[in-house]
């Protein structure tokens, strides 16, 4: 029952979690700790994600397919985790569709991940962000089944998958999932888009609020900061997928048609 109560609180488990419940117990080893973990999961009561990953299957249920939350598998791959990106968007609950990758932060992520139907896919931290020791700038926290999860605020989401679209999806998914959210803190998204230090980013920031300045209140005072750094040449929207397009000369960006006039088959 001792160990119930453990199981019960951590859906999601990681193996030093259980080493720290032990210990609340007085029970240190590691020989505990396997004879323990290896007599759940011959039960059918824990099942192993990765090495030192854990889910608890309730007993009865079917180890196969009874549902494991991917979002604190994700969470728990490392220590730091940062669900981010399009995960981000979905943990908010504003991603225009859901997908079976799921891609989290960390300053050291392990190798790609498969658990079921889902890839986990750990990215570095941006190296603007390490340099100037803020890592943790834009996280918070949200609950997952009495679990704390850190995950990107919607803020830096926005900026982050700008930055990196590629693993966000197409530019349709991203600016239908992005015009789901009705609020922005603007003083924070300008704040950590120039805290990125990437202009080409930066004037993607400032191209995405210049086109929906009414519907987020966007103010002069925000896209200033931004349009002064913004590229001195034209870049690609897209480095990675230069199609043609239109010189946006306010932001210096290249932008597909078919995104400015919002004809997604164009843009896919």
Same mark, same amino acid.
């Given at each position: 029952?001792?160990? %119930?109560?453990?199981?019960? &609180? *951590?859906?999601?488990?990681?193996?030093?979690?259980? !080493?720290?419940?032990?210990?609340?117990?007085?029970?240190?080893?590691?020989?505990?700790?396997?004879?323990?973990? !290896?007599?759940?999961?011959?039960?059918?009561? $824990?099942? +192993?994600?990765?090495?030192?990953?854990?889910?608890?299957? =309730?007993?009865?249920? @079917?180890?196969?397919?009874?549902? $494991?939350?991917?979002?604190?598998?994700?969470?728990?791959?490392?220590?730091?985790?940062?669900?981010?990106?399009?995960?981000?968007?979905?943990? *908010?609950?504003?991603?225009?569709?859901?997908?079976?990758?799921?891609?989290?932060?960390?300053?050291? =992520?392990? #190798?790609?991940?498969?658990?079921?139907? *889902?890839?986990?896919?750990?990215?570095?931290?941006?190296?603007?962000?390490?340099?100037?020791?803020?890592?943790?700038?834009?996280?918070?926290?949200? @609950?997952?089944?009495? +679990?704390?999860?850190?995950?990107? #605020?919607?803020?830096?989401?926005?900026? @982050?998958?700008?930055?990196? =679209?590629?693993?966000?999806?197409?530019? %349709?998914?991203?600016?239908?999932?992005?015009?789901?959210?009705?609020?922005?803190?603007?003083? &924070?998204?300008?704040?950590?888009?120039?805290?990125?230090? !990437?202009?080409?980013?930066?004037?993607?920031?400032?191209?995405?609020?210049?086109?929906?300045? %009414?519907?987020?209140?966007?103010? %002069?005072?925000?896209?200033?900061?931004?349009?002064? *750094?913004?590229?001195?040449?034209?870049?690609?929207?897209?480095?990675?997928?230069? &199609?043609?397009?239109?010189?946006?000369?306010?932001?210096? +960006?290249?932008?597909?048609?078919?995104?400015? &006039?919002?004809?997604?088959?164009?843009?896919?």
């Amino acid at each position: 029952m001792k160990h %119930e109560t453990f199981f019960r &609180k *951590h859906p999601v488990f990681t193996g030093e979690e259980f !080493n720290d419940h032990l210990a609340s117990l007085g029970k240190t080893g590691p020989r505990t700790r396997e004879s323990l973990l !290896n007599y759940h999961r011959n039960t059918g009561h $824990v099942i +192993l994600i990765r090495r030192g990953l854990y889910a608890v299957i =309730p007993i009865g249920a @079917d180890t196969d397919s009874y549902p $494991v939350d991917p979002f604190l598998v994700a969470a728990k791959l490392t220590a730091d985790a940062v669900l981010s990106y399009h995960t981000a968007l979905e943990v *908010h609950g504003y991603a225009y569709s859901i997908r079976e990758h799921l891609t989290y932060s960390a300053s050291r =992520p392990v #190798s790609p991940v498969t658990f079921r139907s *889902h890839v986990f896919r750990g990215v570095r931290y941006p190296q603007s962000l390490c340099r100037a020791e803020k890592v943790d700038f834009g996280v918070t926290t949200v @609950d997952r089944a009495g +679990l704390e999860v850190r995950v990107t #605020s919607l803020e830096r989401t926005l900026v @982050d998958v700008l930055d990196r =679209p590629a693993l966000s999806g197409s530019w %349709e998914e991203i600016w239908r999932s992005l015009e789901a959210i009705e609020f922005f803190d603007l003083e &924070k998204v300008v704040e950590y888009a120039l805290l990125l230090g !990437n202009a080409t980013t930066i004037a993607k920031v400032g191209f995405y609020l210049e086109q929906h300045r %009414e519907s987020l209140m966007v103010e %002069e005072s925000h896209l200033k900061p931004l349009r002064d *750094h913004r590229p001195r040449q034209p870049h690609y929207l897209d480095s990675s997928n230069r &199609k043609s397009g239109k010189v946006v000369g306010d932001w210096n +960006l290249v932008v597909p048609v078919g995104l400015l &006039k919002r004809t997604w088959g164009e843009v896919l």
